[in-house]
């Protein structure tokens, strides 16, 4: 597993990703494995992450959006 928690461009439906921009690729979305929220900190303001695991082009990965920025972010790639 590689932590990576670089912005990420997300295509949706149905509020779910599709495909995202990852160096210079675009990568199809397979399947959506779990979804999950994490409210984080919030008595110190952070604002919840909806996670999504997937998989796209052959591999797996974490991606989350924050609700409060609307931006998504490639949290982890495994390996």
Known sequence: MRLVNRPLTV????GLP???TW???E???D???DVWAD???WWRGEPEKIFYRVSAGGGLYEVYFESASASWVL?????
């Open 31 to 33: 399947a959506v494995r």
């Open 75 to 79: 949290y982890k790639i495994y390996d």
């Open 27 to 29: 990568l199809c979305v």
């Open 11 to 14: 295509r949706t439906a149905a």
């Open 23 to 25: 160096q210079g690729r």
């Open 18 to 20: 599709r495909a995202f």
């Open 39 to 41: 409210t984080g900190e």
